[in-house]
């Protein structure tokens, strides 16, 4: 068994979240809906023992590098690194076993509206290269954002494509499927994926298509739709491409509950998000005493566009010797009625 310490942080305006040192995994996030009543937004297990199963990698911290990588190898400075092959003969989220999902990360401040948590990972770890240092601080701040910075420094070029993982549903305890939710992706762009959920390398335009979110629209409107993609992958599964994205802070996503009156707002300095709507979770019984199967959660993962090591033309997720990876999340929640 493992031990989990568990931290909380708060501000002064009714917002509470619940962070396990174990994955810096989000097991809560308590935000007021339109009467003022505490509601948690994200799903967390109930039996915190699940935790070190997690087959949907829920509320954790991913990496070295999220998502899929086609064959489980990726070639920098003209050295080939092999990792695990842990989903046919490609790579998610680096390793079921060992990834940062798994890891017990040091817990190096705590105060009341902020935690700071570090990890070391040693050269070769999962055929990573490089003496790798992460710090990940999530705090809350005064308008009911949950904030999240990554800074990463290495020894020797290598991969660094983290994200965070939360499963969120703003309708709270009773809520069920997400297809109500309202979403709106300042992204004109997607990556198409062919066998195996790897990116072709494309980028295809949203317009017209199920994969436009530009005009707000239910998440469900289209999610069923006679779409190769969306056949392909049981719904979304897909990276979105951020409009303008220059390395600063720019708004990405917009999703928002009838139901509550919750609205979730996300900014990232990252070029790119992918959007899950759950085709394939499970939480048996999650903190609200309730079991969430499939399409009743989404993610937002941002992060660098999956399998970009071996797309050039896409935004690459490669960090140096002497460079600081440095990245920022915020997802804010508001009353929007």
């Not at 174990?22 to 505490?38: E, K, M, Q, S, T």
């Not at 070190?52 to 899929?68: Q, Y």
């Not at 928002?256 to 707002?265: D, H, P, V, Y």
């Amino acid at each position: 068994m493992v031990l989990m310490r568990h931290l909380t942080i708060c501000n002064d305006n009714g917002a509470v979240a619940e962070i396990l040192d174990f994955g810096g995994i989000i097991r809560r996030l308590l935000v007021p809906d339109r009467a003022g009543r505490p509601t948690n937004v994200v799903t967390g297990f109930a039996d915190e023992r699940e935790y070190t199963d997690n087959p949907c990698f829920m509320g954790a911290l991913i990496g070295p590098a999220c998502n899929r990588t086609a064959r489980a190898a990726f070639t920098l400075d003209g050295i080939t690194y092999r990792i695990p092959q842990n989903e046919g003969e490609n790579n998610l989220h680096s390793d079921d076993a060992e990834g940062f999902h798994k890891k017990t990360w040091e817990v190096s401040a705590l105060t009341k509206d902020s935690v700071t948590l570090r990890l070391h990972a040693p050269d070769g770890e999962l055929g990573f290269p490089g003496n790798r240092d992460f710090t990940v601080s999530y705090s809350l701040t005064g308008d009911n954002a949950l904030r999240m910075i990554c800074d990463a420094t290495t020894d020797k070029t290598t991969l660094c494509n983290p994200t965070q993982h939360t499963y969120f549903n703003l309708d709270g305890a009773r809520g069920g499927e997400i297809h109500g939710h309202r979403a709106r992706f300042f992204a004109s762009s997607y990556l198409p994926v062919g066998e195996g959920m790897i990116v072709t390398g494309e980028r295809r335009a949203v317009a017209g298509s199920p994969f436009d979110f530009l005009e707000e629209k239910e998440i469900g409107r289209d999610i069923d739709a006679d779409d190769a993609q969306l056949l392909l992958a049981g719904g979304y599964d897909h990276c979105f491409m951020t409009d303008a994205y220059d390395g600063t802070l720019r708004r990405c996503a917009v999703v928002r509950s009838a139901e509550t009156g919750i609205a979730m707002e996300v900014k990232t300095t990252l070029p790119g998000f992918q959007f899950y709507s759950g085709n394939f979770f499970d939480c048996p019984r999650d903190t609200e005493g309730r079991h969430r199967g499939i399409r009743e959660a989404f993610c937002i993962e941002t992060q660098y566009p999956p399998d970009a090591v071996h797309h050039p033309d896409l935004p690459q997720p490669v960090l140096r010797r002497d460079e600081t990876y440095h990245a920022e999340t915020i997802f804010r929640f508001y009353i929007d009625d």
